[in-house]
């Protein structure tokens, strides 16, 4: 029994060192250059593997995706039918709250005209905003928009809704949910987050109509994926002023062309995709719990539902 590791983008090492003290005996198979028997392997550890990567394993129990969204995955019609599991580890949601807490405080607080003013040396208050009464948004109430939910709501936001597909029941957020509770709950969002994963019901929700049903002076804060947004209904709505900013981790193409008008918005505030990172050290016990229920036949939690897409 091996496991084989997929990234073309991540040092292996790093998750070899992290897994092998927990998984004794621990056979550490690397793609393409050290892959030895194909049919040894059980279990792949995979970030965006190449389309077609996964074909040549016949033993194939799981696939562990090294992140929480699968996106990149479930589109391969070569993907071996075996479950997918997608990673929730208690450091990538906490990263990722952090960095929308940050978002979302950075707008709360006008530090997005405080920046400017500084810049010209203005010195300006501003009125104050009641954070109790300031309407948030969260697109996508799963592992990270609850847990950024229960965070804003600690920080005293009490007026923070989440939309789902199914009904939530998250002390202190009101959920709305399924695709006809879009537009109220846009329409009473004034900081809009974006955390569903991308599949082909998400592909492009944010776009000239869901903006144009946010409220005048609105903003937007996408760490979920760039291809929930239409990006030219994105600049457009900030250039006529109706979303007065946005925190973008995520883009279309990435890393985002040097020609983007993205990256010269003095509207927008970007960060190369690193909302939350995941983290070897801190995943592998949930990993090695993972492999070791495959190999003992056990229930595999947080597998992913290939019809939904996430
Ligand atoms: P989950 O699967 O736990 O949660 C997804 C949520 O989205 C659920 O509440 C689900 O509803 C909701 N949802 C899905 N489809 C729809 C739909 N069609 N209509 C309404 N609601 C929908 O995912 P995670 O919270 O773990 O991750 C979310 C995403 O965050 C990932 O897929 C990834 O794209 C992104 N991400 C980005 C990172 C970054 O660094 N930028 C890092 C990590 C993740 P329900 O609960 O009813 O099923
Ligand atoms: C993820 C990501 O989905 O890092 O985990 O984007």
Redesign the pocket.
Known sequence: MAIVFISPFDPPERWRQALAPLLPGLDWRVWPDSVGNAEDVDVALVWRPPPGSLRQFPNLKAIYNL?????SIVSDETLPDVPLI???DSA??R??SE?VVYCVLHFHRDFHVFRDFQKRHHWRELPARDTAVRPIGI?????????AAVKLRAMGFGAIA???????HVEGVESF???DA?TPFLERTEILVC?????A??QG?VNRRTLAALPEGAFFI????GGHVVEQDLLAALDSGHIAGAAL??FRAEPLPGDSPFWDHPKVLITP??????MPQSSAAEIADCIRRVRQGRRLK?I?DRT???
């Open positions: 992140g929480a969204g699968v996106d997608h990673m929730v990538l949601t990263g990722m960095w697109l996508g109430l799963g592992e990270l928009g609850q847990d989440g939309w789902s597909r199914s009904e939530k949910y399924g695709p879009l955390l569903l994963p991308l599949t019901a998400t929700i996408n760490a979920a994926r981790d995520v995709h690193v909302a939350s990172i995941s947080n992913v939904r897409g996430y």
